[in-house]
C-alpha cells in the first residue's frame, strides 16, 4: 500500500495526528492515486479488478478503525498497541493466544504474565482463563526441555485449583514434573504473584508424540492429500 507522505507544512500543528491520518484515508484524490498504473517488476500494469476491490475494503477497515481510535482512552490505546504486538510477534516463540494475554519469557527461561485489560476479569484480578493457560503453556515448554526435539507435546487433561486473586504487575509460573514416561507426563504448576503467594496450583496429563509418529503423521497428511487430487481430477 501507498505510504502516506507528508512534510511539517501540510499538517496543522493544531490537528490530531488520527484526525490527519483519517482526513488522508477518505482524501479521493489520494485514494485516486492507488488506482492508477503502478509498476509491476519491468512491467507497468493497471491495477485488477480484484486488487481494487481489496484495496478499496483495506481503506474502508482503516478508516473505521482510525474513527474508533479517536474515542479510545490512553489506557485503551495501550491495549490495542498491545494487541498489535501481539499479532507481530514471532509464531516459534510462544502461539498468538499465549502473546495476546500477556504471556512470555523471563530471563531465567520461565514464564510469566503480565497483568492487564488482556487478562482482568469483572473484578479486575486474573481471569481463571488467563491463569489456566498460563499453567498449561509453561508446562508445555518445561517438558519440551526434557524430550527430544522432534517430539510434541500434547495436553490431554488438566484441573487447576484456584487458592488466591491474581493481583500485581506480573503472575509467574514455576512447573514441575511428577513422572516422565514414554508417551505420558504427569505434570504440576504452581501460579504466584511478586510477593510468592500461591495464586493457583495446576494438575496435568500429557501426550509425548515421538519423532516416528511426527513424521507417520506428516506422511499420512501428505498421502490423504494426494489422494483427494486424484479425486478432484477424476471428477473434472
Not at 487478562?119 to 515448554?141: E, K, R
Request: charge should be positive.
Amino acid at each position: 500500500m501507498k505510504r502516506i507522505q507528508c512534510s511539517a507544512a501540510e499538517v496543522n500543528q493544531k490537528e490530531p495526528l488520527l484526525a490527519y491520518c483519517l482526513r488522508k484515508l477518505t482524501d479521493c484524490t489520494w485514494f485516486a492515486e492507488l488506482l492508477k498504473p503502478k509498476s509491476c517488476g519491468k512491467f507497468n500494469r493497471a491495477i485488477t479488478f480484484k486488487e481494487r476491490r481489496g484495496l478499496i475494503k483495506t481503506m474502508t477497515v482503516a478508516s473505521d478503525i482510525l474513527r474508533e481510535l479517536e474515542t479510545l482512552s490512553s489506557e485503551e490505546l495501550n491495549q490495542v498497541s498491545h494487541v498489535i504486538r501481539a499479532l507481530k510477534g514471532p509464531k516459534k516463540e510462544l502461539h498468538y493466544t499465549g502473546r495476546l494475554l500477556g504471556i512470555g519469557f523471563e530471563e531465567n527461561g520461565e514464564m510469566s504474565m503480565k497483568l492487564g485489560m488482556q487478562n482482568a476479569n469483572t473484578y479486575d484480578v486474573a481471569q481463571g482463563g488467563a491463569l489456566y493457560t498460563l499453567a498449561d503453556v509453561s508446562i508445555g515448554f518445561h517438558i519440551m526441555t526434557k524430550i527430544p526435539k522432534e517430539s510434541q507435546v500434547y495436553t490431554l487433561e488438566m484441573k487447576m485449583n484456584y487458592i488466591s486473586p491474581g493481583k500485581g504487575k506480573k503472575l509467574y509460573a514455576k512447573p514441575a514434573i511428577i513422572h516422565l514416561g514414554k508417551s505420558t507426563v504427569v505434570s504440576e504448576c504452581r501460579i504466584i504473584d511478586e510477593k510468592d503467594h500461591t495464586v493457583a496450583i495446576a494438575l496435568g496429563t500429557f501426550f509425548l508424540k515421538n519423532d516416528r509418529q511426527v513424521k507417520a503423521s506428516t506422511w499420512s497428511e501428505v498421502r490423504s492429500s494426494r489422494q483427494q487430487s486424484l479425486k478432484n481430477e477424476k471428477v473434472y
